[in-house]
C-alpha cells in the first residue's frame, strides 16, 4: 500500500511541473494576443490614409524552441492564433480555445496539487498506523514472554513442592 502511494505520488509529482510549463505558456500567448489587440483598439482614428501603419502589417510569428522529450528539442514559429493544442494523455491531443485551454490547465494543476496534498497526507497517516502496529505488535510479543515466564515459574516452583 505504501509502494503504490509513493508511485501515485511520484506520478503526480512529476505531472505538476509540466502543467505549470504548459499553462506558463499558453498564458504568454494570451497576452501576446490581448497586447496586440490593445494595439489594434488603441490605433482608433488615428490611422493614416496611406495605410503604411504598423497594424496592417503581419504580426511577427514568435521563434521558439520547445520540448518534445526529456532530451529532444525543436524549433517553431508560432504564428498569432487563438487555439492552442493540448496533449490529453492515452494519445489524444484536443484544440481549445486560449481561454478554455487556461481554465482547463488551471483546473488539472489546482487538482494535481490537491491529490499531491492528499497522497502526502495518506503516506504520513499509513507510516503513523506502521508505527502504532510495531509497537502493539513489540507490546503483545512481550506479554507472551512475560506470561511463560510467570508459567514457567509456577510449574518450577509446583515441581519444588511437590
Do not use: C
Not at 2 to 30: C, G, H, S, Y
Not at 76 to 91: I, K, R, S
Not at 113 to 128: A, R, T
Request: charged share 35%; aromatic share 6%.
Amino acid at each position: 500500500m505504501e509502494t503504490n502511494l509513493t508511485q501515485r505520488k511520484t506520478a503526480v509529482e512529476e505531472k505538476i511541473p509540466d502543467i505549470k510549463k504548459t499553462l506558463t505558456m499558453v498564458e504568454f500567448l494570451q497576452e501576446r494576443r490581448e497586447g496586440k489587440e490593445e494595439k489594434h483598439e488603441g490605433l482608433g482614428d488615428d490611422l493614416d490614409e496611406d495605410g503604411d501603419d504598423e497594424a496592417s502589417a503581419p504580426s511577427t510569428p514568435i521563434l521558439t524552441t520547445f520540448e518534445l522529450n526529456d532530451t529532444l528539442y525543436a524549433e517553431a514559429e508560432l504564428e498569432d492564433t487563438d487555439t492552442v493544442y493540448l496533449w490529453l494523455g492515452a494519445n489524444v491531443m484536443l484544440s481549445y480555445k486560449i481561454p478554455a485551454a487556461i481554465e482547463l490547465l488551471r483546473s488539472k494543476l489546482s487538482v494535481a496539487e490537491q491529490n499531491l496534498e492528499n497522497h502526502i497526507s495518506d503516506l504520513e497517516y499509513l507510516k503513523e498506523q506502521v508505527t502504532i502496529m510495531e509497537v502493539n505488535t513489540a507490546r503483545v510479543f512481550n506479554w507472551d514472554v512475560k506470561r511463560r515466564r510467570l508459567q514457567k515459574e509456577k510449574e518450577a516452583g509446583a515441581g519444588q513442592k511437590g
